[in-house]
């Protein structure tokens, strides 16, 4: 199995709204990634997990909260965000911390924020 | 300055026909150099990736090479098909040492494949 899956595909929030993303893999991947992706850029990091410590937070605003309950799970907590924070939010995991080793992505969530 | 820059940005080619693309990059040293494919809206797929030592590798009808003398990068498709419609992202994973390095991205080339 080396897929990673993400939840929901879409989210359309309101700017109040208390929301979530989930991130799940089963390969035993003890780097987990956080990336933010707007139309036509490329992806660009926000956090690391690091054998479930957060290990690289990418001046993130405080809004986005991430939390890694297990080895396997990875979420995101949404609060209060602004309009310019709708894109695609990619999870992706890697089987060791470092950008060496291959990174698989999820399928993203697509977020809007009204 | 990008550190890793492609080119053309977007490209348009009949199906059946092949292409290049290019990547430039000043990043040095690197540990390795990948090609993604992203689907619109979606999560980016690897496609090839090669260490610093190697030269070319092959994914089904995608050749990718890599001169690290003049630090270019190609990814050549052949037989292009409707499916092949894509972004294609060459990444490169520097090695300054450390286990935090971030993945470096270009900016991505879009391919569009007409009928």
Redesign the interface.
Known sequence: DTE?T?TPKHLVMGMTNKKSLKCEQHMGHRAMYWYKQKA????E?MF?Y?YEKL??NESVPSRFSPECPNSSLLNLHLHALQPEDSA?Y?C?SSQ?????Y???????T?LTVT | KNQVEQSPQSLIILEGKNCTLQCNYTVSPFSNLRWYKQDTGRGPVSLTIMTFSENTKSNGRYTATLDADTKQSSLHITASQLSDSASYICVVSPNYGGATNKLIFGTGTLLAVQP
């Open positions: 990673v993400q036509k850029k490329p992806p990091l690391v690091s290990s690289i695609l990619l992706a060791l911390p470092g950008s060496r291959e990174q698989y992505f999820g399928p993203g697509r």
